[in-house]
């Protein structure tokens, strides 16, 4: 693939990153065989990719191999970059703007794979903290409230500088140290990026509240929905007709995917 991109004059390095050092490449290769190598283990992931968690020179790291989800997906990269590569970008302007994204310290690719080394995020997932997604929440009940009142004032901050997250799920944004107070992390950044039209950033809105209600109460949604709409110093009416909105787009949502068959297929590692 390298060799491909080079001679095709695309430049598939990220400057300022380094490129994947051999022994990392034979993680990936161990990982993708089911059998991560000692000090190693799998997490869980979307389908389209493979992720573990390790050492390496002494940090905590995570490598994420990126699975290619169609034939045409290299093609499209050429064009619009690799989802790696978009994924590094978008997270520097995040930084840029104030937020947190993982720290990328490695790229590179092995044959159509693509891979990215980045440092661990001392921290848990919202997923495993607030909601009851992966077992009974890890944080006490007055914690989860503080912690989903600045989860919403943290994307109202995001949509007010209109950037759109690609895939906004309690799975995708870390909290580090996990406590009221920490940093919100947001991974999978790939597709995000900054929208012109106001009406797109409530897609984020759904994306969070496709959460089933068994595993987020409906009085957590109303307290997310509440901030937010304060840190936007939205109006009484604009709170009403977006609470409307969000239930009736939720709900034409949950039908597609139903109809599709259910949601998208994971990968189950273990304990995460
Ligand atoms: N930098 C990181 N630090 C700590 N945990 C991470 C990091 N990156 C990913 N993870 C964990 O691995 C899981 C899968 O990674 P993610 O990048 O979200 O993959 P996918 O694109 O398949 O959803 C995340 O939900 C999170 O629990
Ligand atoms: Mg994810």
């Known amino acids: 693939m390298t060799r491909l991109l080079a001679w095709l004059g695309f430049r598939p390095s990220i400057p300022g990153i380094e490129p994947l050092p051999r022994d990392l490449r034979m993680v990936a290769r161990q990982l993708l065989n089911g059998e991560p190598p000692s000090g190693w283990h799998a997490l869980s992931s979307s389908a389209q990719a493979r992720v573990a968690r390790g050492h390496w020179r002494g940090e905590d790291v995570v490598l994420k191999?990126?699975?290619?989800?169609?034939?045409?997906?290299?093609?499209?990269?050429?064009?619009?970059?690799?989802?790696?590569?978009?994924?590094?970008?978008?997270?520097?302007?995040?930084?840029?703007?104030?937020?947190?994204?993982?720290?990328?310290?490695?790229?590179?690719?092995?044959?159509?794979?693509?891979?990215?080394?980045?440092?661990?995020?001392?921290?848990?997932?919202?997923?495993?903290?607030?909601?009851?997604?992966?077992g009974p929440p890890l944080l006490p009940v007055t914690d989860r409230q503080a912690v989903q009142r600045e989860f919403a004032a943290e994307v109202a901050r995001l949509h007010h500088l209109r950037w759109l997250h690609g895939d906004l799920r309690l799975g995708n944004v870390l909290l580090s140290p996990p406590r009221p107070g920490g940093n919100f992390v947001f991974l999978d950044n790939e597709s995000s990026r900054k929208v012109d039209n106001d009406a797109r950033l409530r897609k984020n809105l759904v994306q969070l509240n496709m959460m089933r209600p068994r595993f987020l109460s409906r009085s957590s949604r109303l307290r997310f929905l509440l901030k937010y709409a304060q840190t936007s110093e939205m109006s009484r009416s604009e709170v009403s007709e977006l609470a409307k909105y969000l239930m009736q787009a939720t709900e034409v949502r949950r039908a597609e995917r139903n109809q599709r068959g259910g949601p998208k297929a994971r990968f189950t590692a273990g304990a995460s």
């Open 65 to 134: 191999v990126f699975l290619p989800r169609d034939p045409l997906e290299l093609l499209k990269s050429l064009f619009r970059g690799s989802r790696g590569v978009r994924a590094v970008r978008r997270g520097h302007e995040l930084e840029a703007d104030g937020f947190h994204a993982p720290v990328v310290l490695a790229h590179g690719w092995d044959g159509t794979r693509e891979i990215l080394l980045m440092r661990a995020v001392a921290g848990d997932s919202l997923s495993r903290l607030i909601s009851s997604r992966l």
